[in-house]
């Protein structure tokens, strides 16, 4: 196993008074948590530790854009001067990646290369690729699994931070710099939204840092969530019986500076709505404490969205609406999703791509169904039944706007129909 320098997760770190922090930071950043010279003693001796393993061989060193830029020169410079001073030398030629996670109807948990030379002309070569964090591990498992399809002679990974965290994998790079605790980092080339890379320590960033999202973004977040506060009906109709002990939770985010929902595709081999597009949630738990509870740890367990990464705004009778970062890649659980997908919350206003047909008996009016093509995949979703409901309720109480087509309640007033159909039910029990 790596040896590495272990942070403690109660690590008090170093006061920001003895190191020089640019001012338009210091309302943001609490403290240094690993200063720099320490990055540099771990660096040399992860240098000395690879000239150690690989010397005499030729090596590809392959960068992972863009946080691992400057730990990926430092490195280098190390291997370099101990390449002059050392029985073992290692002859090197460096290239350099970009890494995207996405998903698609195909695939799941996939890697997009970007940039650097063909995967395939590293066939038969030693490659050692540099990585600035590992956190779940996943996007680096599939990377290699696609390296190993190439027939590289050798691959190893060296990681400068593997975060200590339950959402890993279980993956373990080949040398660790520091293993660090489950908070965001920033500085020595890692940011938040591009800003802090200009830093030389790694600092943890404070939660009540939103100076650098947008005006724009700030405006939209903080109106939708005023409106959907008005409709929070907190858990006023928990004690119905008829309510059925499940919630799911519809994802906001604001992308370009308009309202995007996450939704998934169900996977095929599940029992029940089988290949269906719907939001993340599912059944209560005896765990669970409410509703909020339930939908928060089932979108953790279906595409690994950290419960405390998403900003609850309310609850509209079965579903917990709640904001999430644009950056959030999900890391869906194969077993229950095959893929993940955002939609423009005005999507669901439009006629364009709309159908309806009457529902059954008790139902809640019309069964809305939507055609949806994905830009950025070309894949193609049937959205349909209650989660079209839900998606139309939504849009409309965020998006203060009337749906062209016809619906069973009142914009202005929905949860009023919601509530008279759940009681309509609940006297038939």
């Given at each position: 196993?790596?040896?590495?320098?272990?942070?403690?997760?109660?690590e008090?770190?170093?006061?920001?008074?003895?190191?020089?922090?640019?001012?338009?930071?210091?309302?943001?950043?609490?403290?240094?948590?690993i200063?720099?010279?320490?990055?540099?003693?771990?660096?040399?001796?992860?240098?000395?530790?690879?000239?150690q393993?690989m010397?005499?061989?030729h090596?590809?060193?392959?960068?992972?854009?863009?946080?691992?830029?400057?730990?990926?020169?430092?490195?280098?410079d190390y291997?370099?001067?101990?390449n002059q001073?050392?029985?073992?030398?290692?002859?090197?030629?460096?290239?350099?990646?970009?890494v995207?996670?996405?998903?698609?109807?195909?695939s799941t948990?996939?890697?997009?290369?970007?940039?650097?030379d063909?995967?395939?002309?590293?066939?038969?070569?030693?490659?050692?690729?540099?990585?600035?964090?590992?956190?779940?591990g996943?996007?680096?498992?599939?990377?290699?699994?696609?390296?190993?399809?190439?027939?590289?002679?050798?691959?190893?990974?060296?990681?400068?931070?593997?975060?200590?965290?339950?959402?890993?994998?279980?993956?373990?790079?080949?040398?660790?710099g520091?293993?660090v605790?489950?908070?965001?980092?920033?500085?020595?080339?890692?940011?938040y939204?591009?800003?802090?890379?200009?830093?030389?320590?790694?600092f943890?960033?404070?939660?009540?840092?939103?100076?650098?999202?947008?005006?724009?973004?700030?405006?939209v977040?903080?109106?939708?969530?005023?409106?959907?506060?008005?409709?929070?009906?907190?858990?006023?109709?928990?004690?119905?019986?008829?309510?059925?002990?499940?919630?799911?939770l519809?994802p906001?985010?604001?992308?370009?500076?308009?309202?995007?929902?996450?939704?998934?595709?169900?996977?095929?081999?599940?029992?029940?709505?089988?290949?269906?597009?719907?939001?993340?949630g599912?059944k209560?738990?005896?765990?669970?404490?409410?509703?909020?509870?339930?939908?928060?740890?089932?979108?953790?367990?279906?595409?690994g969205?950290?419960?405390?990464?998403?900003?609850?705004?309310?609850?509209?009778?079965?579903?917990?609406?709640?904001?999430?970062?644009?950056?959030f890649?999900?890391?869906?659980?194969?077993?229950?999703v095959?893929?993940?997908?955002?939609?423009?919350?005005?999507?669901?206003?439009?006629?364009?791509?709309?159908?309806?047909t009457?529902g059954?008996?008790?139902?809640?009016?019309m069964?809305?169904?939507f055609?949806?093509?994905?830009?950025?995949?070309?894949?193609?979703?049937h959205?349909w039944?209650?989660?079209?409901m839900?998606?139309?309720?939504?849009?409309?109480?965020?998006l203060?706007?009337?749906?062209?087509?016809?619906?069973?309640?009142?914009?202005?007033?929905?949860?009023?129909?919601?509530?008279q159909?759940?009681?309509?039910?609940?006297?038939?029990?």
């Amino acid at each position: 196993m790596a040896s590495f320098l272990e942070i403690a997760d109660d690590e008090k770190g170093y006061d920001l008074d003895h190191f020089c922090v640019p001012r338009h930071y210091e309302n943001d950043l609490e403290k240094v948590i690993i200063p720099h010279g320490l990055i540099m003693d771990r660096t040399e001796r992860l240098a000395r530790d690879i000239i150690q393993d690989m010397g005499g061989h030729h090596i590809v060193a392959l960068c992972v854009l863009k946080g691992g830029y400057k730990f990926f020169a430092d490195l280098l410079d190390y291997i370099k001067a101990l390449n002059q001073n050392s029985d073992k030398s290692v002859p090197l030629t460096v290239d350099f990646i970009r890494v995207k996670s996405y998903c698609n109807d195909k695939s799941t948990n996939s890697v997009k290369v970007i940039g650097g030379d063909e995967l395939s002309s590293l066939s038969g070569k030693n490659v050692l690729i540099v990585e600035d964090i590992v956190e779940t591990g996943r996007t680096m498992q599939t990377l290699l699994s696609l390296l190993s399809e190439c027939n590289p002679k050798m691959v190893k990974v060296v990681s400068l931070l593997v975060k200590r965290t339950p959402r890993s994998s279980g993956y373990r790079p080949d040398y660790i710099g520091f293993e660090v605790p489950d908070s965001f980092l920033v500085g020595y080339a890692l940011d938040y939204n591009e800003y802090f890379r200009d830093l030389s320590s790694f600092f943890p960033v404070l939660h009540s840092v939103k100076c650098f999202e947008t005006a724009a973004t700030m405006h939209v977040k903080e109106d939708t969530i005023a409106i959907l506060e008005q409709f929070d009906i907190g858990n006023k109709l928990s004690s119905l019986p008829v309510l059925p002990k499940a919630s799911v939770l519809i994802p906001l985010m604001v992308k370009n500076g308009e309202l995007h929902t996450m939704m998934t595709l169900r996977s095929k081999e599940l029992r029940t709505s089988a290949g269906e597009v719907c939001f993340p949630g599912g059944k209560r738990d005896p765990s669970d404490r409410d509703d909020v509870d339930t939908a928060l740890r089932e979108a953790e367990e279906e595409i690994g969205l950290p419960p405390e990464d998403v900003q609850v705004s309310g609850l509209l009778v079965t579903p917990v609406v709640g904001f999430i970062d644009e950056s959030f890649c999900p890391c869906p659980n194969p077993a229950e999703v095959s893929a993940v997908f955002t939609v423009p919350l005005d999507f669901f206003t439009s006629d364009k791509d709309h159908y309806a047909t009457h529902g059954v008996a008790g139902t809640m009016g019309m069964l809305h169904s939507f055609h949806f093509v994905d830009p950025d995949s070309g894949s193609q979703y049937h959205i349909w039944g209650l989660t079209a409901m839900f998606a139309i309720l939504v849009s409309a109480l965020a998006l203060k706007k009337k749906p062209d087509f016809h619906v069973a309640f009142d914009p202005e007033d929905p949860i009023s129909f919601f509530q008279q159909v759940l009681h309509r039910r609940t006297s038939k029990l």
